[in-house]
């Protein structure tokens, strides 16, 4: 690359989306299964049941736009579910059942799907 000249970044999207089911590989959590709620930015998921913290609220006074009368929060200890980066889960293959890796493969008709990189089986997602 000639001087001056700047290298293009070229995000790559995650292999793992919304309603894949999913083993946590590392942290206190490792060995657990679950689903993936929500992927946040390109490198964090949010996987239902896993990675939960405890979050102290306290009481406040929510004022509505339509409401004339505000409305109180209650307070207390909430269970919040914390996001983990996408490279400590794997993807659970709903064929073979085993954590795999996500190979992709072009269909007959050109269209292109994840694959299980252990049995070759199409990776169905099932969005809520």
Do not use: Y
Not at 4 to 20: F, N, Q, S
Not at 84 to 93: K, Q, T, Y
Request: glycine residues 10%.
């Amino acid at each position: 690359m000639p001087a001056g000249e700047v290298a293009k970044h070229v995000t790559k999207m995650p292999e793992i989306r919304r309603g894949d089911q999913v083993l946590v590989l590392t942290g206190k959590d490792a060995g657990k299964r679950g689903t993936v709620d929500r992927v946040v930015r390109p490198d964090h998921v949010i996987v239902g049941g896993v990675n939960v913290s405890k979050r102290h609220t306290k009481p406040r006074t929510l004022q509505g736009r339509n409401e004339s009368a505000p409305q109180i929060q209650q307070g207390g200890i909430l269970d919040k579910t914390m996001p983990l980066p996408i490279s400590n889960v794997m993807v659970v293959c709903p064929s073979c059942g085993q954590p795999t890796r996500v190979r992709h493969t072009a269909l007959a008709n050109g269209k292109s799907v994840r694959v299980c990189a252990r049995c070759g089986e199409p990776l169905a997602r099932e969005v809520k």
